[in-house]
């Protein structure tokens, strides 16, 4: 059961989204859209991973499926067609649905690496069919619209966007939520479980796979609708393989055996994005290390690791636990400092920059600037520090992780908030 | 309802241009392009010619008194990463986009453009596209905000067949082969509308997957079947070098007639193979006598121009001479006035001028023809093979018709 105090964090979360964005820049706002956006679209595509076990490598099928949907509606709409510019979605829910009961019907009837491999295949037919399909899905450079206002608002600005956002994401995911609780939810738990039982139990176990497939389909053509209207346009390349990896990945990050994770992963990688990818050419390589490091030490994901906290807070000694986290985390600081240092100072001294300046040079290797400091490439130095940073995070890292696995042996869970063999959650961000 | 609407709009933009006015504004450059992923290469030879430019128009005193700021914002080559970085632009206070490596990306932002101004009268914002040569963009999608400073099929295809005639390397059956989306498939139709003037015949024409085939040899089996003297091709990257190359092997005595030869790595990569064979570009260091511009860029960015930087260099320098004609007085920057300005402008590149067709923003430019030869003057990818200009085809020969579908509405002047 949900308790007093869960229900006031979500109650407290839910004042920040509504009332905190009016007073953030456009970019900021804009950012924002996108989280709730991919938010959706995971917890939408968790619905198979997470309830039924079923691992989708297609979902940008349902998500580009809906934007198109929810596009041709607004073009529609902006020809004069009279409907309701915050119910746009509705389309990319019911292109989903019905996209999701066809491909779920095929796709389902195998289970694990095939069922993976059907919805990739149905992912890249829609890839490989949209370019040639100029009429529905616009060539290259893809469809196009406005949104029209409705009832005195513009939908002209981010914010109203947002709030529109907002409004279909809670709805959406309170119904996953409530989903969960239903007894098809349980259904859906017990195909993850074993699914000869439950045909044992005498439920045709296809038909359900395929009302759960078509469900967790027809919410992410919401979100898909949900980007179109932010966007006003889409190409095909939102069928692309990347949108489908981009989802799972947040998932796994997030933490899949967990609600609320997916959001945690969604919004932790959108932010990422946001606020890294301008700094750095190298933030992809960046996310990918998060990734590997959360599969490593924390297959449970993010979420998973909160979770197993919050399960353990009666026998948690914060006092005793604080010292030894706190040490975990400057040893993953320091460990990702000399990380970043190497990976940016790779990217400078290979950079086209670089290669004038050494072209230009008198002598030797000019030197370099790096977080505001000049340094200077053949000195030892410049290459001891990443080394020092490494190494010292690492003897951290170690000692800290053997006291925080003797406290939780002490408590009686072996298996720990992490694996036993645990670096820090939060890789070098 | 929206009349009101856009009504407010405009007053709080009035507003805030007048709680402004006093200062001198820096005219600001965005580069949404792609500096991550699998268009990286591309993406990155913009940027660097959009800053080479910028550095140029800065060195020169840069404009309305304040030195010309540019920013670079990573699309990661996704059209919805690219809306994103647009409206991250905005929010900067960007007034001009440039971008190249991609139509689809050039599609996203031309839309977010107009929609932008339509949204924001008065902080107009403008977009430079430098390689986006889908024919929409300057068709069904043309619109005032949008200047395409680069080729398209019809006139690299049209540059093509005129030079290859006059150099008696046309001969008379003609082959196309493109990938199947929309470039593909303009430059196909191109080939076809070209045979009449050629003096050719197309023989037999193949659209195939973009970027996914790894033999080509059934492809070239076809070719031989069809006996052509010249094949068309706008095939780039690994279609084009793929397909090059399976010709080699199976001893093709054809002329290949492309776009995207000068691709980096395609003439290392090709070897041999690639000797003898044509294509039609925007620019080409050994075109023009003098070396003064391929040396000017080697000096700063330490390579001289290679595939599109040229041309996008070429961009810049028109858009400095645009902002030379005017002076606002070190107030506001007025996106409207550069654009207008812009139109008015004939730039003189090393091979020939360059001016914006004001019906559709297509710039109307040469087109260089040139062919792979040994011994070049200016070597590609660190080989001893380069590209020899056959002719350079003058911009009013090269041009085509103002598309019907292209209903351009002017600002109010």
Known sequence: ???????????????????????????????????????????????????????????????????????????????????????????????????????????????????????????????????????????????????????????????????????????????????????????????????????????????????????????SGVAGALLAISNETANYSLFATDVSAQVVLQTFVGGSTVFFGPVVGAAAFTLFSFLVSDLTRSWVFYQGLIFVLVMLFAPTGIGGVVQFHARHRRQLDRSRLAGPYALALLGGLLIAGGVVYLTETVAVLFGQGYAVRMRDAVDGLPNYDLFGISWNPVSILTWLLPLVLVAVGGVILVRARRSIAGFWDRVGRSDGPVETKAAAPGGPA | MKRIATTTIAAAGALVAAASAGHAEPLKIGIIESLSGSQTSTGR????????????????????????????????????????KFRQAVADGVDIIFQGASSAIAGQLTEDVRKHNIRNPGKEVMFINLGGEAMELTGEKCQFYHFRFTTTAPMRVNALVNAMKEAGDLGTKAYAINQN??????????????????????????????????????????????????????????????????????????????????????????????????????????????????????????????????????????????????????????????????????????????????????????????????????????TDMGFETVKIVPAEEAIYPVQESCDMQRPEE
């Not at chain 2, 068309?232 to 190359?245: A, E, H, I």
């Open chain 2, 181 to 382: 989306y929309s470039w593909g498939q303009d430059v196909q139709a191109a080939v076809e509308a070209a045979a009449g003037e050629g003096g050719y015949e197309v023989v037999d024409e193949v659209l195939h997957d973009v970027n996914k085939i790894q033999d080509f040899a059934p492809f070239v089996a076809r070719i031989k079947a069809a006996a052509p003297d010249t094949v068309f091709t706008g095939n780039w990257s690994n279609d084009l070098l793929l397909l090059m190359k399976a010709a080699g092997d199976a001893g093709l005595d054809v002329t290949f007639a492309t776009a995207f030869l000068d691709q980096p790595g395609n003439i290392a990569n090709a070897g041999k193979t690639a000797l003898g064979h044509y294509i039609a570009n925007n620019y080409d260091n050994a075109a023009s006598e003098s070396d003064a511009f391929p040396q000017a860029y080697k000096q700063a960015t330490g390579h001289v121009p290679i595939f599109v930087e040229g041309h996008s260099a070429f961009a810049l320098a028109q858009l400095q001479q645009a902002l030379g004609t005017l002076d606002l007085g070190g107030g506001d920057i007025d996106v409207t006035k550069i654009a207008l300005a812009l139109e008015d402008t004939t730039y003189e590149t090393p091979v020939g001028p360059v001016t914006v067709r004001k019906e559709d923003h297509q710039t109307i430019r040469p087109v260089v023809v040139s062919k792979v030869v040994e011994n070049a003057k200016y070597p590609a990818d660190d």
């Open chain 2, 45 to 84: 030879l913009y940027a660097t010619a959009v800053e080479y430019g910028v550095d140029k128009i800065n060195e020169a005193g840069g404009f309305n008194g304040e030195p010309v700021q540019v920013t670079e914002y990573d699309n990661a080559g996704g059209a919805p990463e690219a809306a994103d």
């Open chain 1, 1 to 219: 059961m949900a308790s007093m105090r869960t229900i006031l964090i979500l109650a407290a979360i839910l004042l920040l989204l509504v009332a905190v964005p009016p007073f953030l820049g456009i970019a900021w706002q804009n950012a924002l859209v996108n989280v709730l956006i991919a938010s959706l679209f995971a917890l939408a595509f968790n619905l198979l991973i997470g309830q039924a076990g079923l691992l989708s490598f297609g979902h940008a099928a349902y998500f580009g499926i809906g934007a198109f949907a929810a596009l041709h509606l607004m073009i529609a709409v902006e020809d004069g067609f009279d409907f309701p510019t915050p119910l746009l979605p509705v389309a990319g829910a019911a292109a989903g649905l019905l996209v999701g009961i066809v491909a779920g019907y095929f796709a389902t009837m195998r289970s694990g690496v095939y069922f993976a491999l059907v919805t990739l295949a149905i992912a890249e037919l829609f890839h490989s069919l949209a370019p040639h399909l100029q009429g529905v899905f616009g060539g290259e450079s893809g469809v196009s619209s406005m949104r029209m206002p409705w009832q005195g608002i513009v939908f002209g600005s981010i914010i109203e966007v947002y709030y529109l956002t907002l409004g279909w994401v809670l709805i959406c995911g309170l119904a996953l939520w409530t989903y969960t609780r239903t007894p098809f939810g349980r259904l859906t738990l017990a195909l993850r479980d074993n699914e000869q039982r439950v045909r044992f139990l005498g439920y045709d176990a296809h038909a359900a796979k395929v009302i759960v497939f078509a469900i967790s389909a027809m919410f």
